[in-house]
């Protein structure tokens, strides 16, 4: 059985510009969510995908959008990068029941 | 809105004492789940333990329990025989079905363990 797995694992971006973060959920797992988890911080709900379709959102500006495709796989991209952004992205995917959020070891971008 | 506090930024423990993480949340939701989550310096979020709220008995998985107190919203989490290897960032976290199937995270306590 493969778990989350996420790419890049590091990425350095200048403020203004856009970025993609993927990430491929575990075998049999049809949800994904994206958390923000800044340094020192506990991770922030982005938002989730279930079956392709977004199924609610946190408190982030629409810059923050994403995509499920048909393998459940998960994209995150931000337009407009600002220097707040850096951060750990972390993606969880979860099956029934969806509590069970199993996490990838994240993306550490860093915006400068 | 669903809170959740961790009062402790730092703890330490002796290798092999047992040590205890506090955490309190907030919310409305009647059907509702608890966890504590670990993550080391790999990044790697980890599950550790949950908690149903419906269920009266703590939850215990081998050298970990917790301390339910549903009326008094609380949800330690105590660490028996602790090892090198539990030294990590523990995060307490909720999660309610009816409010978004979110998990809302604490701010995090970092443990340490001496030898």
């Known amino acids: 059985e493969t778990g989350v797995t996420q790419s890049p694992t590091h990425l350095i971006k200048t403020r203004g510009q856009q970025v993609t973060l993927r990430c491929s959920s575990q075998?049999?797992?049809?949800?994904v969510s994206w958390y923000q988890q800044a340094l020192g911080q506990g991770p922030q709900f982005i938002f989730q995908?279930?079956?392709?379709?977004?199924?609610g959102r946190g408190n982030f500006p629409p810059r923050f959008s994403g995509l499920q495709f048909p393998n459940y796989s998960s994209e995150l991209n931000v337009n407009a990068l600002e220097l707040d952004d850096s951060a750990l992205y972390l993606c969880a995917s979860s099956g029934t029941p969806t509590y069970e959020q199993y996490f990838g070891p994240g993306t550490r971008l860093t915006v400068t | 809105a669903q809170t959740v506090t961790q009062s402790q930024p730092e703890m330490s423990v002796q290798e092999a004492e047992t040590v205890t993480l506090s955490c309190t949340y907030d919310?409305?939701?009647?059907?509702?789940?608890l966890f504590w989550y670990k993550q080391p310096p790999s990044r790697q979020m980890i599950l550790v333990i949950r908690?149903?709220?419906?269920?009266?008995q703590n939850a215990t998985e081998n050298r970990f329990s917790v301390n339910f107190q549903k009326a008094a919203k609380s949800f330690s989490l105590k660490i028996s025989d602790s090892q090198l290897g539990d030294a990590a960032m523990y995060f307490c976290a909720d999660y309610s079905p009816t409010s978004g199937s979110r998990l809302t995270f604490g701010e995090g306590t970092q443990l340490t363990v001496n030898p």
């Open positions: 995908y279930y079956r392709e379709e977004e199924n």
């Open positions: 908690q149903e709220a419906y269920k009266q």
């Open positions: 919310t409305s939701e009647s059907d509702y789940y």
């Open positions: 075998s049999g797992h049809n949800t």
